[in-house]
């Protein structure tokens, strides 16, 4: 099956599931990214500031780019023209960096911070009290240019999906308490992203508003 019929065949699958899908392009060509394009999907991930640089000047505008991997504060002026949505805000640091860049650009920046939900810990993220230490900080207080629009995690790269569905149940239980608890009147905090090519049908059964697949797409690297 091709990208765009697979592109196709999956958006039938999450539509209908009221999940949005990110179509994550890293190393992937132009050529590649088109085809996905040309088949109606806008929405692309891209782990690497200076890859996503490059393709939002080459691509067409209406991309919707996302960021998805680690981000380091020294890169976020990069792309705080242009960026849809940072995933991956895992410190007070960064996300007064985005604020600070996203000031300079006029814009309000659309972000989820990065929850640490496996048990490599090579992942990065906030921990649960990190978590509710930074949402009352005088300092995220002050922050008037991002929206933390949700959460995000990923899971442990185990073939065990009874270790990968508890590790996305905690997260969606992490959400919904976050929601109640600082988000209560914010239409806006809607978005889970949990769940890539090899487990994001367990993220859907349990709560994922956002998955981000690559290799399913696109094929293997």
């Known amino acids: 099956m091709d990208i765009a019929d697979q592109i196709k065949t999956i958006e039938e699958e999450l539509t209908r599931l009221n999940v949005t ?4 392009s890293k190393t992937k060509s132009n050529e590649e990214i ?4 040309h088949a109606g999907q806008r929405a692309f991930g891209e782990n690497m500031v200076q890859e996503l640089v490059e393709k939002q000047e080459a691509l067409p505008k209406d991309i ?4 998805v991997g680690h981000l380091q504060s020294n890169k976020v002026k990069y792309i705080a023209p242009f960026v849809a949505l940072i995933h991956s805000v895992d410190s007070l640091k960064l996300l007064k960096e985005i604020d600070k860049q996203a000031k300079k650009n006029n814009r309000i920046v659309d972000c989820l911070l990065q929850i640490h939900i496996a048990v490599e810990d090579t992942k990065f993220g906030l921990d649960h009290i990190e978590l509710i230490e930074l949402l009352r900080s005088e300092e995220f207080a002050h922050i008037s240019n991002v929206r933390i629009r949700g959460l995000m995690g990923i899971a442990t790269n185990t073939s065990n999906p ?7 149940r905690e997260l969606k239980s992490l ?3 976050i929601k109640v608890s600082f988000f209560k009147d914010a239409v806006y905090f809607d978005t889970l992203s949990m769940g890539m090519s090899s487990d994001y049908k367990i993220a859907i059964e ?5 998955v981000r697949l690559g290799s399913t797409i696109f094929g293997s690297r």
């Open 206 to 210: 349990q709560g994922s508003t956002m």
């Open 64 to 67: 919707e780019w996302h960021l």
């Open 175 to 177: 959400f919904d308490g």
């Open 21 to 24: 899908l990110i179509a994550v």
């Open 34 to 37: 088109l085809e996905a394009y």
């Open 162 to 168: 009874k270790e990968i569905r508890e590790e996305f």
